[in-house]
Nanobody, 126 residues
Framework: VHLVESGGGLVQAGGSLRLSCVGS????????IAWFRQAPGKEREALAC????????FYEASVMGRFTISKDNAKNLVYLQMNNLTPEDTAVYYC????????????????????WGRGTSVTVSA
């Protein structure tokens, strides 16, 4: 599986960005795709995940209500719509995939992910 993120950039506080993660090599839909981020000097943080199979989603509390994860299986894309951004959202954002033939839940992103993209940088100015 190969994952490539795009859509990062510089945005003012209060603005929005939509990140994309295009994948290849899935072979089937029994995958969970997740978004993580890592800010400078901080640990990697899980944000949201979605099942390619049944479309179930899970959001961490830190982004619930501001970020929306969605998918387009036909295009092998997963999106992360990010609204009302703040400088605290500045980070490198990564998508990751894990073989997961179940509905995603709060435990999904705690498991070891199988594949990672290289990330896309998001900078939110005050």
């Amino acid at each position: 599986v190969h994952l490539v993120e795009s859509g990062g950039g510089l945005v003012q506080a209060g603005g929005s960005l939509r990140l994309s993660c295009v994948g290849s090599g899935f072979g089937h839909d029994d995958w969970a795709i997740a978004w993580f981020r890592q800010a400078p000097g901080k640990e990697r943080e899980a944000l949201a995940c979605i099942s390619r199979n049944d479309g179930s989603t899970f959001y961490e509390a830190s982004v619930m209500g501001r970020f929306t994860i969605s998918k387009d299986n036909a295009k092998n894309l997963v999106y992360l719509q990010m609204n009302n951004l703040t400088p605290e959202d500045t980070a490198v954002y990564y998508c990751a995939a894990k073989w997961f033939p179940f509905a995603v839940d709060m435990g999904t992103m705690k498991q070891k992910m199988d594949w990672w993209g290289r990330g896309t940088s998001v900078t939110v100015s005050a």
